[in-house]
């Protein structure tokens, strides 16, 4: 196992695998290390230590401290890293300060790009053949190499994702939304629920911006590298129902499972038929604790009966979703009616609350 330090972030290798990322902050000896990662390893439910007493004891800061510490002395350990990302996203570039680590830099580049024998080779020689100036250059050319395969990554993850384009955050008006729901969703696009198979269930009435949300967390993601599918609920439905006619429904639902987040949008529109409750509920159940779903609806839990029927069928739904969740609310006003009503002079419409329309909360 090996641990490999840079500025601002932390990997864990083991063996040529990344098994674990963590933010590194600066503190003695100008780092400090950012150890609330691991909660979230230990805890399945988000929250379910929120009112613990002793939540902070959970946390060994000084612990942490002195590993680092030890860990920085280390003279095997060496600093490097793969493409880090910044709060909102951003692929960040990082430059190797010396020799040494402008070769382990290039190993490590090198083995991501499933080039073994030139990762255990090159740098050595390089050295050996006495040009260990040259470790800079060719350092910077795998580094063009590897920004240009993440980008080529990204544009075809966007492309297979099928995600509505410009429905990003940056066209998205976040001071429109309660500041609890922005922040919420500021940290949801940071992907950490992909990670832990953990849904997000979008709810709100038409034009309040749930549509628009969701996709922009698909576009946050596939900034990020995980796999997206945004698809119509309506839509995916009845390609389930042909699927399963053709007799190639596991086959359908082993494709579906290649995305590592799948996005469906307005799930309450569809009054569905029998055997169309039948597919998607399959979907649901395939996708329990392995991948996430962000569903977007118009009908909060006590209309689900509205889509499922049977209302064993749609308590068996919900329980399936909300195990592992988020829940977003976007109880604001109508973004259409709100510029229709700003066109002609008129005042901003009232926030269309759930309970104001006799739907009450979206709560299981």
Not at 57 to 79: E, H, I, M, N
Not at 117 to 136: H, Y
Request: proline residues 6%; aromatic residues 10%.
């Amino acid at each position: 196992m090996v641990v490999l330090q840079y500025s601002n972030v932390l990997e864990v290798y083991y063996g040529d695998r990344l098994i674990e990322t963590m933010p590194r902050l600066r503190g003695d000896k100008d780092v400090r290390v950012d150890y609330r990662h691991v909660i979230w390893s230990l805890v399945r439910q988000p929250g379910a230590f929120t009112r613990y007493r002793f939540r902070e004891d959970l946390f060994p800061s000084l612990t942490f401290r002195l590993a680092d510490d030890a860990l920085s002395s280390f003279p095997g350990l060496w600093v490097v890293l793969r493409p880090p990302f910044d709060r909102r996203g951003c692929l960040m570039t990082i430059t190797p300060t010396d020799q040494r680590d402008f070769g382990d830099r290039i190993t490590l580049l090198l083995r991501g790009f499933k080039l073994p024998t030139a990762a255990s080779e090159l740098a050595n020689r390089l050295i050996a053949a006495g040009c260990p100036e040259a470790l800079e250059v060719v350092h910077e050319v795998f580094e063009m190499e590897r920004q240009d395969r993440w980008d080529r990554k990204v544009a075809r993850l966007r492309y297979e994702s099928k995600l509505p384009p410009g429905k990003t955050f940056e066209t998205f008006d976040l001071t429109r939304l309660p500041r609890p729901l922005a922040a919420k969703l500021d940290d949801l696009a940071r992907g950490e629920f992909a990670e832990r198979a953990i849904n997000v269930l979008a709810f709100g009435l038409p034009g309040t911006g749930k549509s628009h949300g969701a996709a922009a967390l698909g576009h946050a993601l596939v900034e990020r590298g995980p796999s997206v599918l945004w698809v119509p609920t309506f839509k995916l439905v009845q390609d389930l129902l042909v699927a399963k006619r053709e007799l190639a429904l596991p086959r359908a639902l082993r494709k579906l499972d290649s995305f590592e987040v799948m996005i469906l949008d307005d799930i309450g529109y569809v009054q569905q038929a029998p055997e169309e409750v039948e597919v998607l509920f399959t979907l649901l159940a395939e996708r329990y604790e392995k991948r996430s779903m962000i569903i977007t609806s118009n009908l909060v839990f006590s209309q689900w009966d509205r889509v499922f029927k049977n209302p064993m069928t749609t308590a068996a739904a919900i329980d399936r979703l909300v195990h592992h969740c988020a829940i977003l609310e976007f109880d604001v006003p109508s973004y259409r009616s709100m510029k229709e009503s700003a066109r002609q002079g008129e005042p901003e419409p009232m926030a269309g609350s759930a309970a104001g329309n006799g739907q009450g909360k979206a709560r299981p």
